[in-house]
C-alpha cells in the first residue's frame, strides 16, 4: 500500500511569508505526527493528532506555527510569517495508534528554504 | 532535548565489513528503536527492542539493549554500499508516543 506522503517536497520562500505543507497519513493510521530537522538541532517533535483528540502541540516553537487535521486524515502545518530559522526539513509520521510501541511510518519530507 | 546520543557521530568503512553504532540515553524508557535515514530525508523504521529484552535480530541487524549502562548499540553484519546511511536512535518519552531522536551517525561504507 501507499506510504506517508508529503507536499510540496520543496519550498522556497521569502522571509515573512506564510507556507502551508501537507501531509497525507496511511490509511487507516490514527495517530499524525510532525517533526522538524535542522541543522544542529536535530530530530524534533512539533505537533501530533490522534483520533478526534486534541491535538499535543508541546513541541511547537513558536505561535506562528500551527497544524490541523481534517477528518482524521490529511493534515496541513502552516507556518506563519516565515523566518529564517525556520529552514529545515519538516517529516510528517503516521501510526497505527498511539502506543509507544507503534512504528512510526514517516513521509519524505518537505525542505523548507527561507531567504 | 536530546534524550538519545549516538556515537560516533560517523563511522566508515570498507563494503563487508561490521558496522557498530552505540545510543546513551538519559531517563527510564518503555522501548528504543532505530531509524535510517538516506540523503536527509525520510526516516525508515528498522527494529524496535523493547526495555525487556537484551538482544533483538533482523536479518543483518543486531540491536543489544542494556538498561542499566543506559544504552544500546546497533550493529549491521556484511555491510553493502547500500548501507549508507544517517542512523538514529529514538526512545518514546515515558510511556508516550513522542519521539526523541538523537543526532544520527552517519554511516558510509566504502565499495
Known amino acids: 500500500g501507499a506510504g506517508v506522503s508529503q507536499s510540496p517536497s520543496n519550498k522556497v520562500t521569502e522571509k515573512g511569508k506564510d507556507v502551508e505543507l501537507r501531509c497525507d497519513p496511511i490509511?487507516?493510521?490514527?495517530?499524525l505526527y510532525w517533526y522538524r530537522q535542522s541543522l544542529g538541532q536535530g530530530l524534533e517533535f512539533l505537533i501530533y493528532f490522534q483520533g478526534n483528540s486534541a491535538p499535543d502541540k508541546s513541541g511547537l516553537p513558536s505561535d506562528r506555527f500551527s497544524a490541523e487535521r481534517t477528518g482524521g486524515s490529511v493534515s496541513t502545518l502552516t507556518i506563519q510569517r516565515t523566518q529564517q530559522e525556520d529552514s529545515a526539513v519538516y517529516l510528517c509520521?503516521?501510526?497505527?495508534?498511539?502506543?509507544?510501541?507503534?512504528?512510526?511510518?514517516f513521509g519524505p519530507g518537505t525542505r523548507l528554504t527561507v531567504l | 532535548s536530546q534524550q538519545g546520543e549516538e556515537d560516533p557521530q560517523a563511522l566508515s568503512i570498507q563494503e563487508g565489513e561490521n558496522a557498530t553504532m552505540n545510543c546513551s540515553y538519559k531517563t527510564s524508557i518503555n522501548n528504543l528503536q532505530w531509524y535510517r535515514q538516506n540523503s536527509g530525508r525520510g526516516l525508515v523504521h528498522l527494529i524496535l527492542?523493547?526495555?525487556?529484552?537484551r538482544e533483538k535480530h533482523s536479518g543483518r541487524l543486531r540491536v543489544t539493549l542494556d538498561t542499566s549502562k543506559k544504552s544500546s548499540s546497533l550493529l549491521i553484519t556484511a555491510s553493502r554500499a547500500a548501507d549508507t546511511a544517517s542512523y538514529f536512535c529514538?526512545?518514546?518519552?515515558?510511556?508516550?508516543?513522542?519521539?526523541?531522536f538523537g543526532k544520527g551517525t552517519l554511516l558510509t561504507v566504502n565499495p
Open positions: 529514538a526512545t518514546p518519552r515515558g510511556s508516550n508516543y513522542k519521539l526523541t
Open positions: 509520521a503516521s501510526s497505527l495508534s498511539s502506543l509507544a510501541t507503534d512504528t512510526q511510518y
Open positions: 490509511s487507516g493510521h490514527t495517530a
Open positions: 527492542i523493547r526495555s525487556n529484552e
